[in-house]
């Protein structure tokens, strides 16, 4: 008997000890896939996994670039399933990793992605017309690889500064408003062409921060975003969009985005996400005031 209470004992203490270890449980990780081009890079590369982390989310972030490159050139590839991506992954752990000449097929099938983004080229991004063939039969491939596990962003992007000399702005008659006005227009009616799930609103987060003491100061080139405060905005967009909450931009802002700086970026996030067709003014009072 005291040899049956002695095994009963160590076996007790085995499982306390078992269940002493397990690790705590992980929060669910997010899986997110761009099919873009720079400005995906842009929004996607830079301060959206660290903001993830600073609020304890675990963030796998993939963005299949070519640069410049539109929907009607994505189409094209996954037709051919050509490699010629290149594939940049941000990790759970935020380490960064790219896979030159790498096909969509192949990035779908890299990760169980919970959302795949799509995004016209900026040229094009407020020209509707150019997104009635691509998308459906984009939506369709990709559902036809991933078998309809995924939703679907659209990620709406940004109006060039107003100086631009993008030979792309022709297309807006070289005005900043004209741009922004068809590119609310385009992606608004993006979901007659197939069923998106997340409309992720960088367009008018810029446009919004564009109001603020920032000014339209938000590109380093006059189209791809600054690699501090419209990065920045950017990846406030995307983290709200994601997580149904402000971006944690007490927690963690990037070197070169001040603190004022930073609550523009994530009351302009905010604004968009809340009414992604129009322009909310942004009132943050400048540093040094």
Not at 9 to 16: S, T
Not at 67 to 91: C, E, F, Q, T
Not at 120 to 141: D, V
Request: aromatic share 10%.
């Amino acid at each position: 008997m005291l040899k049956i209470h002695r095994l009963l004992w160590i076996a007790l203490v085995m499982a306390a000890l078992s269940l002493h270890a397990q690790p705590a449980s992980q929060p669910d990780t997010l899986r997110v896939l761009a099919i873009g081009n720079s400005f995906s890079q842009d929004a996607v590369e830079q301060y959206l996994h660290e903001l993830a982390a600073a609020d304890g989310k675990i963030l796998i972030i993939g963005n299949m670039y070519i640069g410049g490159a539109p929907l009607a050139l994505h189409l094209r590839n996954v037709r051919g399933d050509k490699a010629v991506y290149s594939y940049r992954k941000i990790d759970a752990d935020g380490q960064k990793s790219t896979a030159e000449k790498t096909s969509i097929r192949t990035a779908l099938l890299d990760e169980r992605w919970d959302y795949v983004s799509l995004q016209q080229a900026s040229t094009y991004s407020g020209k509707f017309e150019t997104y009635a063939e691509p998308i459906p039969e984009l939506h369709r491939y990709i559902d036809s690889v991933t078998a309809g596990s995924v939703k679907y962003i659209w990620h709406q992007t940004w109006a060039y500064e107003a100086t631009s000399t993008h030979k792309g702005f022709a297309n807006y008659d070289n005005d900043q408003q004209t741009m922004y006005r068809a590119i609310m227009e385009a992606s608004a009616k993006v979901k007659t062409l197939a069923p998106f799930d997340l409309l992720i609103p960088c367009g008018t987060a810029i446009q919004n921060a564009r109001t603020s003491f920032l000014g339209d100061r938000l590109t380093r080139d006059g189209y791809h975003l600054d690699l501090h405060a419209g990065r920045f905005i950017a990846a406030c967009t995307w983290f709200e969009s994601l997580y149904g909450r402000s971006a944690p931009t007490a927690k963690y802002r990037p070197e070169g985005v001040n603190a004022a700086a930073a609550e523009v970026a994530r009351q302009a996030a905010h604004a968009a996400v809340r009414q992604p067709f129009s322009v909310t003014e942004i009132s943050v009072e400048a540093p040094g005031r």
